[in-house]
């Protein structure tokens, strides 16, 4: 089990930036895949950033350039250094971890924390 919890959402104008932190309750280096996704109102669950594979990132096309995803292995904490944001940006942000084994995948989510880009 993974519990997630996510920090550091709020309000912000075009062009700010915004930090977000997720803190996993165990060790984020046995977690095999960690990072976030984003939801806004009608619209579908989509990736932003994650690890895969050890020190591998995957980003979003629309975040490429502006978003940073980085770890602290020895606080068990996940971030995303938002910078440039758009309004397009504003969703619920969630923390998703998976953990794989040969025979198993457990997939993991945090509540998720509102970040809004308006003027």
């Known amino acids: 089990q993974v519990q997630l919890v996510e920090s550091g959402g709020g309000l912000v104008q075009p062009g700010g930036s915004l930090r977000l932190s997720c803190a996993a309750s165990r060790s984020i280096r046995s977690i095999n895949t960690m990072g976030w996704y984003r939801q806004a109102p009608g619209n579908q669950r989509e990736l932003v950033a994650v690890?895969?594979?050890?020190?591998?990132?995957v980003y979003a096309d629309s975040v490429k350039g502006r978003f940073t995803i980085s770890r602290d292995n020895a606080k068990n904490t996940v971030f995303l250094q938002m910078n440039s944001l758009k309004p397009e940006d504003t969703a619920v942000y969630l923390c998703n971890a998976i953990l794989r084994g040969r025979a198993y995948e457990l997939e993991f989510w945090g509540q998720g924390t509102q970040v809004t880009v308006s003027s």
């Open positions: 690890f895969t594979n050890g020190d591998s990132t």
